[in-house]
């Protein structure tokens, strides 16, 4: 006659230990969910998504122009103080 | 002789891929093409059959190396190339500024062989992208029809009328090209809003995305011979005549 299998008759429960506990807290009371008005809060808060559009595609960064005058600039300026 | 400066600060906008393909397709046409690999990642180099060089544009500039000592044939019939090398890249005293004029003194000083010179950029705003528009003639932007790639378009653009206010009066906006469009909608608002922002800057051929474009660097070959009957071959040969007839030239390319 075969012999119960240690493992197949530890209840799972007790195997878990306190993990198993902690499941069955959170299942019986999940956090409550978050309201509507506060979604929109959320969003509210929030940059604009305003999508990109014609004037992104005409406006260069500041960065940009500063980079090119810089370096224009220091061309010409070579270029003015050759003998 | 004329300069296209291939241009755009965005990475991933199709600067290399239009590069290797545009000269290719020129060069089917007959023109001498010169590719010059200003992009220390050495993509184009790379992808011509060229080979990292340590006497490149900035060493040219300073006399005593000859043009044959500087220039590499491709595995592209009838275009050259200056391929990118660490001279790109100052090290020690030297300052990136003084690259870049080196790069300049270095472009002024090619002899009149070739009938284009396309100038492969890298995706920065700094001297390597800058030096080359006060020497060249025209730019080209490729785009990538993607809603980030966008703004990029307004910086190249602002870079080239400070250019002309400033260096180089001559210089002027060849063309952008959107690339990399598929059959979305997404793809199709990008590009309507290229053309409602600059108009008839934008070239009326795309060229399409296909993964024939993604293989063709691996056996280093151009589109239009990896692939010479894709669409994207034909996209850019299309592309490569409407900028000869922007450029004013008779030639067509089929």
Not at chain 2, 5 to 32: D, I, P, Y
Not at chain 2, 76 to 102: H, M, Q, W
Not at chain 2, 123 to 147: C, F, K, Q
Not at chain 2, 200 to 224: H, W
Request: some cysteine; overall charge negative; aromatic content about 4%.
């Amino acid at each position: 006659m075969a012999s119960a299998d240690p493992v197949e008759s530890t209840p799972l429960e007790a195997s878990l230990g306190p993990t198993a506990n902690a499941v069955a807290q959170a299942v019986a009371s999940p956090p409550a969910a978050p309201s509507t008005a506060a979604l929109v809060g959320d969003a509210a808060g929030a940059r604009s998504p305003a999508p990109l559009g014609a004037t992104d595609l005409i406006q260069a960064p500041a960065s940009v122009k500063a980079a090119t005058d810089d370096f224009f600039g220091g061309l010409v300026r070579r270029v003015e103080r050759r003998p | 002789m004329r300069t296209i400066t291939l241009s755009n600060n965005k990475g991933g906008s199709a600067k290399t891929t239009t590069t290797v393909s545009l000269a290719a397709a020129f060069a089917e046409s007959g023109l001498r093409v010169l590719v010059i690999d200003l992009d220390p990642q050495g993509s184009s180099t790379s992808w011509l059959g060229g080979h990292e060089s340590s006497v490149g544009l900035v060493e040219f500039s300073g006399g005593g190396i000859r043009v044959a000592e500087l220039v590499q044939s491709t595995t592209a019939r009838g275009v050259d190339l200056i391929p990118a090398g660490p001279s790109l890249v100052p090290s020690g005293e030297g300052s990136p500024n003084d690259t870049g004029v080196a790069i300049v003194r270095g472009l002024a000083r090619l002899p009149d062989y070739w009938d284009l010179i396309l100038v492969d950029t890298p995706p920065t705003v700094g001297y390597l992208s800058l030096a080359p528009l006060v020497a060249t003639d025209h730019v080209v932007i490729p785009v990538e029809a993607h809603a980030l790639a966008l703004p990029g378009t307004a910086s190249v653009v602002a870079s080239i009328q400070r250019a002309r206010e400033q260096v180089n009066t001559r210089v002027e906006l060849l063309g952008i090209v959107a690339c990399r469009v598929n059959a979305t909608v997404h793809a199709r608002e990008v590009i309507d809003q290229l053309r409602a922002a600059f108009g008839s800057a934008v070239l009326e051929q795309t060229v399409r995305e296909t993964i024939r474009l993604a293989e063709a660097p691996a056996l280093r070959m151009p589109i239009t011979r990896y692939a010479p009957w894709s669409g994207a071959a034909q996209d850019y040969r299309a592309v490569a005549s409407e900028l000869l007839t922007r450029m004013g030239g008779t030639a067509t390319i089929s």
